[in-house]
C-alpha cells in the first residue's frame, strides 16, 4: 500500500510541475519534451512500468521524435509510437481519436501492452468484450501503467458516469 501511495503521490508531482510549466508560458514543444524526460526516469527507477505521453497529432509527435530518442537514450528506457491506442473503459473512448503517443517501458512491457491490445481485439470478434471480460482488460492495462486498485476502481466509476 505504502508504495502504490509514493507511486501516486511522485506520478502526481510529475504532473502538477509539468502543468505549472505550461501553464506558465513554456512552449508546448519543451512541456512535452519535460513530461517525456519526467516519466523516462520514473519508468527508469521502476517506479512505473508504463507511461504515456500526452496524446499529440501526428505532425507534432513527428516534430519530436530525435529529441524524445535522445531523452530514452539518457534514461535507459525505450519508446514506441503508438497509432492506435489502447483503448479501455480507463479513459473516454476518443482520448486519442486522430492522434498518437509514446509509449514508455523497459524489458518486455511492450509485449505485455500488446497482449492486452491482443485480448481486447479476440473479445471484440468473439462478440465478448463486454461485462468482467471489458473490465479485466481495462484492470490489466491500469495494472500495467502501475495505477494503484483504487485509482482504477475510480476510472473505471467515473466511465460509468459517461455511460450513464
Known sequence: MKSAIRIASLAALILSTASTAHESG????????????????????GVKTLALSE????????????????????????????????????????????????????????????AIKSDKAALIAANKYEGAAREDIARRFGKLLSYPDSVIDDLLGQEKLREE
Not at 519543451?30 to 520514473?42: A, H, K
Not at 529529441?67 to 497509432?83: C, H, P, S
Open 26 to 45: 513554456i512552449d508546448d514543444r519543451s512541456y512535452q519534451l519535460g513530461i517525456l524526460g519526467g516519466f523516462s526516469e520514473v519508468v527508469r527507477l
Open 55 to 114: 496524446v499529440m497529432s501526428p505532425d507534432d509527435l513527428d516534430a519530436m521524435m530525435d529529441d524524445a530518442d535522445v531523452i530514452a537514450k539518457r534514461n535507459e528506457v525505450m519508446m514506441w509510437r503508438e497509432t492506435d491506442f489502447l483503448v479501455t473503459d480507463l479513459y473516454p473512448a476518443d482520448v486519442a481519436d486522430g492522434k498518437h503517443l509514446l509509449l514508455i517501458y523497459t524489458g518486455d512491457t511492450l509485449d505485455q501492452y500488446l
